[in-house]
């Protein structure tokens, strides 16, 4: 018997061992913050988990972490360059931490991985409006189902306007969560020296350029603009005293002055400062989004007035700061701009925040191309007030041109023909376009579509390509 009974308990010992060590291996999918190859501080889950091991597209990490509060969820290996990544609770909107030890052949110096497993990162982005429906900015769509809008010197935001998204995206820039949506004018004012054939243009003393993309909200183009008259224009700022013009209104309902740029020759004995050729006088304006104290050579800001300049000066009586982006490690940012202080592709400037784009993945046109007045999209995370880029979209390189897209996402409204119709209040006219999932005589009102056109002249989108959705 005793010798029957020796074996029996060995392997029951045995198989107690085995199925004790699986439970053990499976625990790392349980719960928790913890997440290889994400940022610390924006894992959506709380709770805790062991280490959980994974392996993504081109190599292998272990993630780790663990937050306050309490949480389940289970945890998935990330595909693509990443590591795997710990479970996400269900609890805790923002408040786990996870930290990382996962390797990952293309980091961006952020310790973010480029597998992404969910919209977690807390996210800025700034740059033009190239779609709606929710909103697409700079190539990212943002849903904004639950986002609240503030929209100055417009009835609501349209393609072209300047923009700052906050909100969450995916570490991949594909898609985002918006929770904030902020869009103002740059300029305002009377312009003169006009030269078409170059495309630029002055308003008050800041010199503006436009390029393929810039959209037409009431004229054909430049030629349509008249010097002395009042115009409004959103754009990106470029060298001090200069903006790229992304959206222009020939004819504004109000002719308050505006003016944005970089202060130059700021003067706090005599409170002025300079944006281009414009004189400001901010004796008796009030500050918003910024103190006055805080007020230096280099930081962008608004300057509004109530009377046109005299003797090229502004008498303020509002001083905004211009759209905020975030400095902080880890916080993943767009940037959509004109290039200034370049020295290589590791090191430049847009929107007056440094860039690396060493080892960003690079579109658009070659990279032999960037250099100062390029007008770019960046895509990346910040890391010691650099944004270290992931992807590099060029967009436009002064004398070449570059690509413009526009998108529309939505039900087709107000349909008189296939050149009448809109879609989320933007007049289309799709009478050439290419269609796909159905014909021209599918067109009418109800109908959703995807809208793909490369401008907007006088205030329509040429519709290029026009997609049924089921």
């Given at each position: 018997m005793s010798t029957m009974k020796t074996p029996r308990r060995l392997l029951l010992g045995l198989l107690s061992a085995g199925f004790l060590a699986l439970l053990l291996s499976c625990?790392?999918?349980?719960?928790?913050?913890?997440?290889?190859?994400?940022?610390?501080?924006?894992?959506?889950?709380?709770?805790?988990?062991?280490a959980a091991t994974a392996t993504g597209g081109d190599s292998t990490g272990t993630g780790t972490g663990s937050g306050s509060g309490s949480g389940t969820g289970s945890g998935t290996g990330?595909?693509?360059?990443?590591?795997?990544?710990?479970?996400?609770?269900?609890?805790?909107?923002?408040?786990?931490?996870?930290?990382?030890?996962?390797?990952?052949?293309?980091?961006?110096?952020?310790?973010v991985g480029s597998g992404g497993t969910g919209v977690t990162a807390d996210a800025a982005g700034i740059g033009a409006a190239d779609g709606l429906g929710s909103i697409i900015l700079n190539?990212?769509?943002?849903?904004?189902?639950?986002?609240?809008?503030?929209?100055?010197?417009?009835?609501?935001?349209?393609?072209?306007?300047?923009?700052?998204?906050?909100?969450?995206?995916?570490?991949?820039?594909?898609?985002?969560?918006?929770?904030?949506?902020?869009?103002?004018?740059?300029?305002r004012g009377a312009v003169s020296n006009i030269d078409v054939p170059a495309g630029t243009f002055v308003v008050m003393g800041i010199g503006v350029s436009i390029d393929s993309a810039?959209?037409?909200?009431?004229?054909?183009?430049?030629?349509?603009?008249?010097a002395g008259s009042i115009i409004q224009v959103w754009g990106l700022p470029g060298a001090p005293g200069t903006l790229r013009a992304t959206r222009i209104q020939v004819s504004p309902t109000v002719a308050d002055p505006l003016a944005t740029g970089a202060v130059q020759s700021l003067d706090k004995a005599h409170k002025t400062f300079m944006l281009g050729q414009l004189t400001v006088n901010y004796g008796t304006a009030v500050f918003a989004g910024l103190d006055?104290?805080?007020?230096?050579?280099?930081?962008?800001?608004?300057?509004?007035?109530?009377t046109a300049p005299v003797g090229g000066v502004l008498t303020a009586t509002k001083v905004q700061g211009w759209y905020a982006i975030p400095t902080s490690d880890g916080v993943a940012v767009q940037l959509a701009g004109?290039?200034?202080?370049?020295?290589?592709?590791g090191s430049f400037g847009v929107l007056g925040t440094p860039v690396d784009a060493t080892n960003a993945q690079i579109t658009g046109g070659p990279v032999g191309s960037l250099g100062n007045?390029?007008?770019?999209?960046?895509?990346?995370?910040?890391?010691?007030?650099?944004?270290?880029?992931?992807?590099?979209?060029?967009?436009?390189?002064?004398?070449?041109?570059?690509?413009?897209?526009?998108?529309?996402?939505?039900?087709?409204?107000?349909?008189?023909?296939?050149?009448?119709?809109?879609?989320?209040?933007q007049p289309v006219d799709a009478d050439a376009a290419v269609f796909e999932n159905g014909t021209k005589s599918d067109l009418r009102n109800g109908r959703k579509v995807t809208v793909v056109g490369d401008r907007v002249v006088d205030?329509?989108?040429i519709a290029q390509h026009v997609t049924f959705s089921p």
């Open positions: 625990g790392g999918g349980g719960g928790g913050g913890g997440s290889g190859g994400s940022i610390a501080g924006f894992d959506v889950g709380t709770g805790s988990a062991p990330a595909a693509g360059d990443s590591g795997g990544t710990g479970g996400t609770g269900s609890t805790g909107g923002d408040a786990g931490a996870g930290t990382s030890t996962a390797g990952n052949s293309n980091t961006d110096g952020s310790g190539g990212l769509r943002y849903d904004t189902d639950s986002a609240t809008f503030t929209i100055e010197d417009a009835t609501g935001l349209q393609i072209g306007m300047s923009a700052r998204v906050a909100g969450k995206v995916d570490d991949n820039f594909t898609s985002g969560i918006a929770n904030q949506v902020v869009s103002a004018a740059e300029l810039t959209v037409w909200g009431d004229a054909n183009g430049l030629a349509d603009v008249k006055e104290s805080s007020l230096a050579n280099g930081v962008v800001v608004r300057a509004r007035g109530t004109v290039i200034t202080d370049f020295v290589s592709r007045g390029v007008k770019v999209e960046a895509d990346g995370f910040m890391s010691g007030g650099v944004l270290v880029a992931k992807k590099l979209r060029i967009r436009n390189v002064p004398g070449t041109g570059g690509p413009a897209s526009f998108t529309l996402i939505g039900a087709i409204g107000a349909y008189r023909s296939p050149a009448d119709f809109r879609v989320r209040g205030g329509v989108l």
